[in-house]
């Protein structure tokens, strides 16, 4: 494929979808990263879109809100990969919130073999993913439907959650920043995210590296609220991304990456761990019995000096 053709395949798939990551745009022109990037910079150049941490987005700042038939096929085998380890997160009997999105659909699926859990979503698409599980509740929200991403939202939906309480909340959003945290482009889906934060005891967030540094209107999460983020690996090249990444960590967000290795149709893949470095939520407190422990010594030798002396 000449250099004019790719680039105009990369350009109508940044128009159609708002954002498509470095990856996925190789995989669909069946080029290298590294030509994809080089394609990247020169579209840039020409004002017809920009680069934003291992991706390409629609120029102007904030990224617009893809369709749900456009973000489906987006990051496949990552949000597979997430999705894997995240439902390592929920143990059985749970109570749990499970927001609306690509990535949450995903995980429902995989909660699905989780007995004894009760699962409440705004998102059709979520409660369709359990809906034969016999060993799963699910509890719908109320609210009006929003057809771009099968989520009920509204008043309806945000007082049906009042007086909840579970203990997880598992939501993605359009865009995370250590920054402003989880955020999204539409004004009712941030509404209900945040009356789902609220019934929530722990949140934690998944989001593929896409969507690392992207930062949309709305804010959802602020970063100290969010317990835990599980992504996938960014490319090794994506420094920005990584640094957004220690930036979370050192603010006490749990990171949990999970390896995405499998084919470019989205196959199943083994989920990992990997421990970032930086603080969690407090580290650097000493445990009471420890300090407790090592006063007592001091005092001792103290007194062993003060007999000393004495005789």
């Known amino acids: 494929m000449f250099a004019a053709e790719r680039r105009q395949l990369i350009l109508e798939m940044v128009r159609a ?20 990037r080089r394609d990247v910079r ?37 949000k597979t990969a997430i999705a894997d380890l995240a439902a390592n997160f929920v143990e059985e009997g749970e109570a749990i919130v499970v927001g609306a ?3 949450t659909q995903e995980l429902a699926r995989r909660l699905a073999r989780v007995p004894g859990l009760t699962v409440v979503t705004n998102s059709l698409l979520v409660a369709q993913a359990l809906a034969h599980a016999n060993r799963v509740e699910v509890v719908m929200t109320g609210g009006t439907l929003r057809g771009s991403n099968y989520a009920l939202v509204g008043s309806g939906a945000e007082q049906s959650l009042q007086g909840l ?7 993605s959003g359009s865009g995370l920043t250590a920054e402003r945290g989880l955020s999204t482009s539409n004004m009712l889906s941030a509404s209900v995210d945040r009356a789902l934060v609220q019934a929530a005891a722990e949140v934690v967030v998944l989001a593929d590296h896409t969507k690392l540094g992207s930062d949309t209107m709305f804010q959802t999460v602020p970063t100290d609220v969010i317990t835990r983020l599980v992504t996938d690996e960014p490319p090794v090249h994506d420094d920005r ?3 957004e990444l220690q930036a979370l960590a050192d603010q006490g967000v749990q990171i949990a990456v999970a390896g995405a290795t499998g084919s470019p149709g989205g196959d199943e893949v083994p989920a990992r761990r990997r421990a970032l470095p930086g603080p969690r939520r407090g580290q650097g407190l000493r445990p ?13 030798e103290r007194a062993r000096v003060a007999d000393l002396r004495r005789r």
Request: glycine share 12%.
């Open 42 to 78: 020169a579209l840039e150049a020409e004002g017809l879109l920009d680069r934003r941490h291992g991706g390409a987005v629609l120029p102007g700042g904030f990224t617009r809100e893809s369709g749900f038939p456009q973000k489906s096929h987006l990051a496949t085998a990552e």
């Open 288 to 300: 009471a019995a420890a300090v407790l422990g090592e006063q007592g010594v001091a005092e001792r």
């Open 17 to 36: 979808n708002g954002a498509v990551s470095l990856r996925e745009l190789a995989r669909v022109v069946q080029t290298s990263e590294v030509t994809v």
């Open 165 to 171: 309480r579970v203990s997880r909340a598992f939501l």
């Open 241 to 243: 991304a990584h640094t």
């Open 101 to 103: 999105g690509t990535t």
